[in-house]
């Protein structure tokens, strides 16, 4: 069997993004290469968010790429990264049809959307509630729906923006069993976070954000055990830095 050509490395050169009239995003730069979760980590307003819009393309630069090893993050025209929110976006639809409408904006036929579709929801546990009202389940089951629509895309990389901090400890514990799990499948996670429990528990890499800089790029142990910054320094031991 041949290898499936893979869309990383992804490497992100001197970005920059600007919003009323400030730098929001200031020359970051770095590369993701394949499997593994990175975390980004950093205060409230350092730019996590913004930095994951930009490499999902959901944000333009104003300057810097972020490329990809196949073109746009495409395989056979293809998008194979797809982001999952704070705050899961559903249509007012059933869970099952949430996760059909996303398959069919892909570009999946009949067959394969509900193949796909039946086995995302077995596998994340969703299988009775597939016909209630996405808008209407719990955060935890909208969160968990939402990390089965973006898996049955088939990413190579998955970005999660805070996924589980509206979430209780319950539901929390949930959806990092689930990233885990999907790590170990080889699957490219790159996630932001202000929570440095969690970070602990998942990251293999850290990039420490402040004020729209990467501040530090480390292995996870290293980061948590010896930051190289006073600024990583002072937001392990829990002082604000903004
Ligand atoms: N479209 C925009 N226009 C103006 N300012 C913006 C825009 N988007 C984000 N910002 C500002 O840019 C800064 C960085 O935002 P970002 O959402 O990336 O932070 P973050 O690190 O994800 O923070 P948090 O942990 O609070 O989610 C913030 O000060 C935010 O208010």
């Given at each position: 069997?041949?290898?499936?050509?893979?869309?990383?490395?992804?490497?992100?050169?001197?970005?920059?993004?600007?919003?009323?009239?400030?730098?929001?995003?200031?020359?970051?730069?770095?590369?993701?290469?394949?499997?593994?979760?990175?975390?980004?980590?950093?205060?409230?307003?350092?730019?996590?968010?913004?930095?994951?819009?930009?490499?999902?393309?959901?944000l333009t630069p104003a300057a810097g790429t972020v490329s990809w090893a196949a073109?746009l993050g495409t395989i056979a025209g293809v998008k194979r990264h797809a982001m999952?929110?704070?705050?899961?976006?559903?249509?007012?639809?059933?869970?099952?049809?949430?996760?059909?409408?996303?398959?069919?904006?892909?570009?999946?036929?009949?067959?394969?959307?509900?193949?796909?579709?039946?086995?995302?929801?077995?596998?994340?546990?969703?299988?009775?509630?597939?016909?209630?009202?996405?808008?209407?389940?719990?955060?935890?089951?909208?969160?968990?729906?939402?990390?089965?629509?973006?898996?049955?895309?088939?990413?190579?990389?998955?970005?999660?923006?805070?996924?589980?901090?509206?979430?209780?400890?319950?539901?929390?514990?949930?959806?990092?069993?689930?990233?885990?799990?999907?790590?170990?499948?080889?699957?490219?996670?790159?996630?932001?976070?202000?929570?440095?429990?969690?970070?602990?528990?998942?990251?293999?890499?850290?990039?420490?954000?402040?004020?729209?800089?990467?501040?530090?790029?480390?292995?996870?142990?290293?980061?948590?055990?010896?930051?190289?910054?006073?600024?990583?320094?002072?937001?392990?031991?829990?002082?604000?830095?903004?």
């Amino acid at each position: 069997m041949r290898d499936t050509p893979s869309i990383l490395p992804l490497t992100v050169t001197d970005l920059v993004f600007e919003a009323g009239g400030r730098r929001l995003v200031d020359r970051i730069g770095f590369t993701v290469a394949r499997g593994g979760l990175t975390v980004l980590i950093g205060p409230n307003g350092s730019g996590k968010s913004l930095t994951l819009r930009l490499c999902h393309g959901l944000l333009t630069p104003a300057a810097g790429t972020v490329s990809w090893a196949a073109e746009l993050g495409t395989i056979a025209g293809v998008k194979r990264h797809a982001m999952v929110f704070q705050k899961p976006v559903m249509l007012r639809r059933s869970a099952r049809a949430n996760i059909l409408h996303a398959l069919a904006a892909a570009g999946l036929g009949r067959g394969e959307r509900a193949e796909r579709c039946a086995e995302a929801l077995e596998r994340f546990g969703l299988g009775v509630l597939a016909d209630r009202p996405a808008r209407l389940m719990s955060g935890g089951e909208q969160q968990r729906l939402a990390i089965a629509r973006a898996w049955a895309l088939r990413p190579q990389v998955l970005f999660l923006d805070e996924p589980t901090s509206q979430l209780d400890p319950g539901a929390t514990r949930q959806i990092e069993e689930m990233l885990a799990a999907l790590r170990g499948e080889g699957m490219t996670l790159v996630m932001a976070t202000h929570d440095m429990g969690q970070a602990r528990r998942l990251a293999d890499r850290v990039l420490f954000l402040h004020r729209g800089r990467l501040v530090e790029d480390a292995e996870a142990h290293a980061f948590f055990t010896g930051p190289d910054s006073p600024e990583a320094r002072a937001f392990i031991a829990g002082d604000i830095v903004w």
